[in-house]
């Protein structure tokens, strides 16, 4: 996965001439409330507990056949659980975040030694210190089950969607409204309708975005987002649900639960993941630390106001 500069390539289609005025207030607080989060969520470390399910095509069955199929194959169940250390840290470019992971567990099994490695490796200032840390989320990444290279995974990206300068590369839709752990949320329908896309794949390829935000109209706070990547003309999708709650330590809403699933659509003649795979990672112990990326100068991340829910 990869982003590109919206304002330098972006390009509107059939880009919305009119927004409903309910939604102006809300998008404009919305837009606001991201910007603050760019600055706040940064330099954080988080546990997760990440478990992956798939069924992946297994061998090929000579003596079953299905009629119109030919010979029937059996599938092979994967399941795995992780646990791992996670370090958000804000880095030069399009994504405002940048998450790695240092797997520690499988299965119940330790895999190393749990030294809090990514986390030293950041606070201690080392031109290197990136570059280690890349090395240690692929080694991270080996656990991961099924085709699917999951770079997608980063549960803040969707709030990306939300900034001043890519919300007109959007359509938005009021919805209904609904209650997230005490907090009233307003749905926001939305769909990307720019070209070039603000994601891409590792070839450049378009990954047209929709879904819903489930945002507090009166904070702009966003409690839960829901997004389907799909991968064009029609071959595959991934869709990912992330729920925030509201973190008193930090003073701000982290991720809670995200949830993720890919899968090759029905009739696709060249299929992307081969087999569906469905993830559901949880986050918590979330603390602040010091951080020195490369340029970057070393600050705790101001806090942010906490909404409170209704009483």
Request: proline share 9%; glycine share 6%; charged share 30%.
């Amino acid at each position: 996965m990869t982003m590109r500069n919206p304002a330098a390539e972006a390009v509107p289609v059939n880009a919305p001439t009119s927004l409903d005025p309910v939604l102006v207030p809300v998008l404009e607080r919305a837009a606001r409330y991201v910007v603050a989060y760019e600055e706040a969520f940064r330099n954080v470390v988080a546990e997760e507990t990440y478990t992956q399910d798939s069924e992946v095509p297994g061998s090929t069955r000579v003596d079953a056949f299905v009629p119109g199929r030919g010979p029937a194959t059996s599938t092979v169940r994967q399941h795995r659980v992780t646990r791992a250390d996670l370090v958000f840290v804000r880095l030069a470019g399009d994504v405002p975040w940048g998450l790695f992971r240092d797997v520690f567990e499988v299965n119940g099994q330790k895999v190393r030694d749990r030294d809090e490695r990514l986390e030293k490796l950041f606070r201690t200032p080392s031109p290197s210190a990136l570059e280690q840390a890349h090395r240690i989320l692929e080694e991270s990444a080996r656990y991961n089950i099924g085709t699917a290279a999951r770079t997608l995974n980063v549960p803040t990206l969707p709030l990306v969607f939300l900034h001043a300068r890519n919300q007109a590369r959007f359509s938005f839709e009021p919805g209904g409204r609904r209650r997230i752990a005490g907090f009233e949320g307003l749905e926001v329908r939305f769909e990307e309708t720019a070209r070039p896309t603000i994601v891409t794949d590792a070839t450049g390829g378009d990954l047209p975005a929709r879904g819903r935000f489930w945002i507090d109209p009166s904070r702009g706070t966003v409690l839960r987002s829901e997004v389907v990547f799909r991968v064009e003309p029609r071959r595959a999708e991934g869709s990912i649900d992330v729920e925030y709650r509201s973190q008193p330590r930090l003073g701000m809403f982290v991720p809670w639960e995200m949830k993720e699933r890919y899968e090759d659509l029905r009739g696709a003649t060249r299929p992307v993941f081969g087999a569906p795979m469905q993830a559901t990672a949880r986050y918590s112990n979330f603390r602040l630390f010091t951080v020195t990326v490369e340029d970057e100068k070393a600050a705790l991340p101001p806090g942010s106001p906490e909404p409170r829910p209704d009483r």
